[in-house]
């Protein structure tokens, strides 16, 4: 069947999200578009006859930058925050030269209602809600990277000159003061982890520059407290230019942290530092990790520049 909504889609590939937001194992699908001055959301359930959820939710309204609107979506993720048997769809909304909005969204699907966190002038990226089975409500984790259209002297707080690393509650408050990387032009990025019998995260600042500040490599507990920190030696970071972390499947289907670049896949050892390296050209951009063949084993699926693919099984072996 086909639906059609009011405005234009947003810029980029993150005006489409996918979810079981009610828990019946069928799927749903929201959607995102501008119309004049606002960003709108909209559901569709495919697979039952009342197939349209809703349609025009207002998300925001979007500011005019030299008679234009410019809005992104980024990553978005599902997770039921609250309890209530429904998973809220979270996402980041990213204005560009818009300026605002920028922050933290959540649909409640239960509630019909948006909420957002304060606005900020960060650029979010990769989302990860994880519950650590600690007191308290999951935590929801951004990487924030480094765009150059919010100076500090529009005090818009989190300038995005600099790159973060931020951990909201259910309530999009902060669950501690962001981590800033104050390096332009950086990256960040981060996984979830077992270290030395504890769950927590591995984050990564990524000097994408020309200064001399060295990528760092932390570890965190899920409150972000700092457990250790290291920086990855200059030549190191030459040689293999390693841009992003993320954990890769090894044997047995145990996840490993793991730094990525154009090159290849640089494990982490127990130290945190880049040990044994797999040069395997274009595994920059890990996008999915999931058993394709149905053998019990996961593979992980890498976006390549002109519209490739490349799968790994696991244990980084039998590229296609």
């Known amino acids: 069947e086909q639906w059609n909504f009011s405005g234009r889609l947003p810029e980029r590939a993150g005006f489409l999200a996918y979810g079981d937001i009610d828990g019946d194992n069928a799927g749903e699908v929201f959607l995102f578009t501008i119309r004049r001055d606002s960003l709108l959301l909209h559901g569709i359930d495919p697979f039952h ?6 349609k025009n939710k207002l998300v925001s309204t979007i500011q005019w930058r030299n008679d234009t609107i ?15 048997g429904y ?14 909005p920028r922050g933290l969204f ?16 960060a650029n979010m990226g990769k989302i990860l809600v994880h519950d650590f ?23 818009i707080p ?33 996984t979830n982890t077992t270290f030395a019998g504890k769950e927590g995260i591995i984050l990564y600042f990524c000097n994408r520059s020309d200064e001399d500040d060295p990528s760092e490599i932390r570890l965190l507990d899920p409150a972000g407290k700092l457990i250790i920190k290291k920086e990855i030696p200059e030549d190191l970071q030459e040689k293999y230019g390693l841009h992003c972390l993320n954990n890769v499947m090894m044997d047995n289907n145990k996840a490993i942290p793991a730094l ?15 040990a044994e390296f797999y040069p395997i050209e274009g595994a920059a951009h890990l996008r999915y990790t999931v058993d394709l063949d149905g053998d019990g084993n996961k593979e992980m699926i890498f976006a390549q520049r002109d519209n490739k693919v490349l799968i790994l099984r696991a244990g980084l072996t039998d590229p296609l």
């Open 106 to 121: 959540v649909y409640d699907y239960q509630d019909d209602s948006i909420y957002h966190s304060a606005m900020l002038g």
């Open 260 to 274: 990525f670049s154009s090159k290849g896949i640089s494990i982490l050892d127990d130290s945190l530092m880049p």
């Open 49 to 54: 006859e009342n197939r349209l959820l809703f």
């Open 133 to 155: 089975g600690e007191a308290g409500s999951p935590a929801i984790y951004v990487a924030c990277n480094t765009l150059g259209n919010i100076h500090d002297s529009l005090n």
């Open 158 to 190: 989190y300038s995005d000159y600099s790159s973060y690393f931020m951990g909201f509650d259910r309530d999009l408050e902060f669950l501690f003061p962001p981590l800033e990387y104050p390096v332009y032009r950086s990256s960040t990025s981060f």
């Open 70 to 84: 410019q809005a992104f979506i980024g990553h978005s993720s599902f997770f039921d925050l609250d309890s209530d």
């Open 87 to 100: 998973q809220e769809l979270i996402f980041p909304v990213k204005a560009g030269f818009s300026l605002q």
